[in-house]
């Protein structure tokens, strides 16, 4: 456990928060400040258009139920990823990105380097596990404080999405509570 003080960065109470740990769906913290950051530079706008391809619509576990052939906004992803933990809106996210999940698990990891964070181990960009190398995206809880605490002082606007009580598209059928 970590008990810190957010303006500050101060660690007040620790224990073991240097083990790496499995990091689930929060790797969609991650996931989410990198496609804020390509924005900020001008590399995409949050208004470009998505188009859901095969493999993006095959993703499991919790899901904002993307189709093949669906046209989503970046930053209708970027909700469904952050409100209903939206595992095929990060890959979706990610293929458009950098063309691959390969390539941008790489812009993860540079972004943890950026703030200092060293105690990783990325597989993917939604925190599922990958049954067939055995492995899962990994980070000590230092690591996930920085991480979270750089994010939301530089992108504040993620509270206001994360506050959304459910997402409901009437046109998809679609309707999910925040997880």
């Known amino acids: 456990y970590l008990l810190g003080d957010f303006k500050t960065g101060e660690i007040l109470e620790e224990k073991d928060i240097d083990s790496l740990r499995a990091i689930a769906s ?7 400040y990198v496609v804020l ?3 900020k530079k001008g590399n995409i706008s949050l208004d470009d258009k998505v188009t859901i391809d095969r493999e993006t619509a095959l993703i499991g576990g919790s899901s904002y139920e993307l189709k093949e052939g669906e046209i ?5 992803l970027i909700k469904a990823a952050l409100v209903v933990s939206g595992n095929d809106s990060v890959f979706a996210l990610s293929k ?31 925190g599922l596990p990958n049954y067939t190398i055995n492995k899962q995206n990994m980070m000590s809880t ?3 404080f920085q991480l979270t605490r750089n994010i939301l002082m530089e992108y504040p606007e993620i509270l206001e999405i994360t506050s959304t009580p ?5 046109q998809r059928e679609f309707k999910e509570k925040n997880t």
């Open 26 to 32: 929060t790797s969609k913290i991650l996931t989410v």
């Open 166 to 170: 459910e997402i409901v598209e009437e």
């Open 142 to 144: 230092r690591g996930l």
């Open 96 to 126: 458009f990105i950098s063309g691959s999940e390969t390539e941008f698990v790489k812009l993860m990891g540079k972004k943890l380097d950026e703030l200092g964070i060293v105690d990783y181990e990325l597989v993917n960009s939604s």
């Open 72 to 76: 989503h906004t970046v930053k209708d």
């Open 37 to 39: 950051d390509e924005a």
